[in-house]
């Protein structure tokens, strides 16, 4: 059984930072930490989820939506099992429910072949809301 669990989401002001992390617990052998892809994406208020940043397995690769480039950083410790979200800059329109995901690949993250998302684990998600 794998759980992914965020934490960090909250209430922040337009211009502020703010770092989510998402952190899994497994049981059994169905899932390697170190050997799957993780990311996040979001949905917001009255709108479908969408990809926001996803790395590899090995921490080697990653790639972002256009929109939050240079804005949003991923990043991972296959140590503590866990893959972080730095956010800077925040605006009105990064509010939403922002969903951890895992996934044997990181093409798992790209829809842009087969037009779907190839996600084996998703996190209940955690709400961050940025204040103009």
């Known amino acids: 059984q794998v759980r992914l669990v965020e934490s960090g989401g909250g209430l922040v002001q337009a211009g502020d930072s703010l770092k989510l992390s998402c952190t899994a617990s497994?049981?059994?052998?169905?899932?390697?930490?170190?050997?799957?892809?993780m990311g996040w994406f979001r949905q917001a208020p009255g709108k479908e989820r969408e990809f926001v940043a996803a790395?590899?397995?090995?921490?080697?690769?990653?790639f972002y939506a256009d929109s939050v480039k240079g804005r949003l950083t991923i990043s991972r410790d296959n140590a503590k099992n866990t893959v972080s979200l730095e956010m800077n800059s925040v605006k009105p329109e990064d509010t939403a429910v922002y969903y951890c995901?895992?996934?044997?690949?990181?093409?798992?993250?790209?829809?842009?072949?087969?037009?779907?998302?190839?996600?084996?684990?998703w996190g209940a998600g955690t709400l961050v809301t940025v204040s103009p």
């Open positions: 790395i590899s397995d090995g921490g080697g690769s990653k």
């Open positions: 497994v049981s059994g052998r169905t899932f390697s930490f170190s050997n799957s892809a």
């Open positions: 995901a895992a996934a044997a690949t990181i093409w798992g993250f790209s829809a842009s072949v087969s037009g779907t998302y190839a996600i084996d684990y």
